[in-house]
């Protein structure tokens, strides 16, 4: 009787040990489902680039020979990338913030002269812009304003 009830408890202890982890699973308290995914906000729309710069512009730089008078017309992309044109050549830069940073090419037939042309200026509430011109070994300073129609 002590081999059959010892039997038996093992057969029991056995079940019981084994089918354990089977039956903890099935009575689990279900697992909380996962939160939604945070909904991603619409990116905000860039920031529309200050479109004062676009047009035509009267530059008059300050030189040791007195005023000199250049016309520029200018457009700003979405990035803030300014193109256009200085007189006849090809114009590059870049506007942010009221600051005007260009930087291109030019010929000065009074220099004889190929080289890069600086503009470093800041646009004003009344549509002007002052700032700094540099060429080869020339600089000065420089005013800028939409030519009367």
Same mark, same amino acid.
Request: charged share 20%; aromatic share 8%; proline share 9%.
């Given at each position: ?13 056995? *079940?019981? *040990?084994?089918?354990?982890? &089977?039956? =903890? ?14 909904? !991603? ?6 920031? *529309?680039? !200050? ?10 730089? !300050? ?13 700003? !992309?979405?990035?803030?990338?300014? *193109?256009?044109?200085?007189?006849? &050549? ?10 005007? =940073? ?12 190929? &080289?890069? =042309?600086?503009?470093?200026?800041? =646009? ?5 812009? +002052?700032? +700094? ?7 000065? &300073? ?8």
């Amino acid at each position: 009787m002590k081999n059959r009830l010892s039997a038996v408890l093992a057969i029991a202890f056995a *079940t019981t *040990t084994l089918a354990a982890p &089977a039956l =903890l699973r099935a009575q689990a308290v279900p697992a909380t489902p996962p939160a939604p995914a945070a909904q !991603d906000k619409p990116a905000a729309p860039p920031a *529309t680039p !200050d479109q004062r710069i676009n047009g035509k512009w009267k530059f008059v730089f !300050d030189t040791q020979g007195g005023d000199r008078e250049f016309n520029a017309e200018f457009t700003i !992309d979405a990035d803030g990338n300014v *193109t256009g044109t200085w007189e006849k &050549a090809p114009a590059t830069g870049t506007y942010k913030d009221g600051h005007l =940073l260009m930087v291109f090419e030019v010929t000065s037939e009074e220099a004889n002269e190929t &080289a890069p =042309l600086h503009l470093d200026g800041k =646009l004003d509430d009344s549509e002007t812009i +002052t700032g +700094t011109w540099q060429f080869s070994s020339y600089d000065g &300073a420089f005013k800028a304003t939409h030519p009367k129609p």
